[in-house]
């Protein structure tokens, strides 16, 4: 590869760290261009994944700032850069990877924090944004329901009360 072509190389990775949310760090040995397309496609526009050169890779990531280890960085490393949500990336490559064991994911960085696969896959197994979203409006919309039943509950029992004692004075003659 040409100087000029490693420059623009790193550029282009450097630019790829600096704009995406996570990186994943997968490889890829053995798999056929048409799986790797299907991978693509499974992906979505959530990410883009792309083959890197090791070298080029380290030196890209320590431009932007972004802290891979350098024991991902062996063998044949492909990289998914995440722009969208994180959990429905990690999910689709832990699904690829069940279907096609040549994919192997090594490890990652998301928000700056270095993971391991175990914590990729950990992420994988989380609910989407969504849905976590849901249960959480569900959550605060049963406590705003409860406090609701709280505060009415003063009213009335006050009421109850002056009830109870006005029946009491009646009935003692008061």
Partial sequence: MARADKTTAVAELKEQ??????????EYRGLTVAQLKELRVSLGGNAKFAVAKNTL????AREAGVAV???LLQGPTAIAFVKGDVV??????RDFSKANPLLVI???VVDGKSMTPAEITKLADLESREVLLAKLAGAMKAKLGHAAAVFNALPTNMAQLAEALRAKRAESGE
Avoid: M, W
């Avoid at 429905?88 to 490559?93: F, Y």
């Fill in 17 to 26: 760290f600096s704009t995406s949310q996570a990186a994943v760090l997968t």
């Fill in 57 to 60: 890779t380290k030196l890209a």
């Fill in 69 to 71: 280890q350098e024991d």
């Fill in 88 to 93: 429905e990336v990690a999910k689709g490559l």
């Fill in 106 to 108: 090594k490890g990652g």
